[in-house]
């Protein structure tokens, strides 16, 4: 039973800062990749920011300089520092991470969602 649950999104004026937390938890052994992806009104599901365990990370272009995504391993948390925010980033943001269960093999999971809605 693993489960990763979403906080900290809303509304916010352009130019504002919102900070996004996920925090896995149920019967983990190891979390490898976490992630956050976004999903804008007539648009597909894209990546926004991933980080492996040890801190490598990768960004869309689009957010690069704005968005700083960390986690910290002893809390099972990753999280998406988002400045500058822009209009274009009003999306759904969900939370993603490769968790390896207790006596298992890992597997993917994603949180249920949480809307981020940027105001001009």
């Known amino acids: 039973q693993v489960q990763l649950v979403e906080s900290g999104g809303g509304l916010v004026q352009a130019g504002g800062s919102l900070k996004l937390s996920c925090a896995a938890s149920?019967?983990?052994?190891?979390?490898?990749?976490m992630g956050w992806y976004y999903q804008a009104p007539g648009k597909q599901r894209e990546l926004v920011a991933t980080i492996t365990r040890d801190g490598g990370t990768n960004y869309v272009d689009s957010v690069k300089g704005r968005f700083t995504i960390a986690r910290d391993n002893a809390k099972n948390t990753v999280y998406l520092q988002m400045s500058s925010l822009l209009p274009e980033d009003t999306a759904v943001y969900s939370c993603y991470a490769n968790i390896r269960g207790r006596g298992e093999v890992a597997n993917d999971y994603w949180g249920q969602g949480t809307q981020v809605t940027v105001s001009s």
């Open positions: 149920g019967s983990i052994f190891r979390i490898y990749t």
